[in-house]
């Protein structure tokens, strides 16, 4: 074969492999395959009901599937638990953030914080051996709410924050666990307009500096499809559509999910 005809596959970082959840007689998710490319922003549309959020808790481990793979840079994670499938770099955030809302910004963050040695019994009791990594921590935890904005409010519990404040708090506590891969549902959910603009802006700066794949979940696509690169649509639990953010949307099927959802 010549060389111009030589098909290059491309390069996946998550791979959803004929994957398939029922609830009793409910089948939430239906053979769904899906291949999320790395350093891209792939957004997951679909009216409600659609199998969007059961598809995300699979993929991170929250849910099993009852059939098909789940893959991440090649290795099967079907079924690890979550903390393990955290390990490797793949986050979640949730549609509803769950900051401890007793403790500042800046304490949220190094909670978050992966191998943390002053959070180990036997570590905490040599002073010498851990306070170099804390002050390091804490550089890298400033430096990361420098890049989402939220560096003035490093003293201020979590509990005084705005929705889109905690939003972003969600999103640099899983980049302190060095997260590469990133799975975030409604991620401007009841955000004022303005800021949910700057979130997404955030999200391709993130994919532009650190090379973070984001799997994203949501409805507000006048803000969301400016800023994505591929999208997924999904109705009855299977995927309808997929491509460019303006295929999709201008498709019959996809149009027609949305009016009958």
Do not use: C
């Amino acid at each position: 074969m010549a060389v111009s005809e030589r098909v290059v596959e491309k390069a996946v970082e998550v791979r959803v492999d004929r994957v398939t959840k029922y609830f009793g007689g409910l089948v939430a998710v239906d053979n769904v395959s899906m291949d999320i490319e790395p350093r891209k922003v792939t957004l997951i549309i679909g009216p409600n009901g659609s199998g969007k959020t059961t598809l995300l808790n699979i993929i991170s481990g929250y849910y099993k599937p009852d059939k098909g793979r789940v893959f991440y840079r090649g290795a099967d994670i079907t079924g690890l638990p979550p903390h393990k499938i955290n390990s490797l770099g793949l986050a979640r955030t949730f549609q509803i953030p769950k900051p401890f809302q007793n403790l500042t910004v800046l304490e949220n963050m190094l909670v978050a914080a992966r191998f943390n040695p002053g959070e180990r019994m036997t570590a905490s009791l040599f002073k010498a051996r851990w306070i170099k990594t804390e002050e390091a921590l804490v550089e890298k935890a400033f430096t990361i709410l420098r890049e989402l904005n939220l560096d003035k409010v490093w003293d201020q519990r979590a509990s005084s924050l705005s929705g889109g404040q905690m939003k972003l708090l969600e999103i640099g506590r899983v980049l302190m666990n060095d997260a590469s891969t990133i799975l975030m549902d409604e991620p401007v959910a009841g955000v004022l307009p303005s800021l949910a603009i700057d979130i997404f802006k955030m999200i391709r700066e993130l994919v532009e500096k650190r090379n973070i794949t984001f799997i994203i979940i949501e409805h507000r696509l006048d803000v969301a499809l400016g800023f994505v690169d591929y999208v997924y649509a999904m109705a009855r639990g299977k995927v309808i559509s997929q491509g460019t953010p303006e295929k999709v949307i201008n498709d019959p099927l996809v149009q027609e999910s949305y009016l009958q959802g």
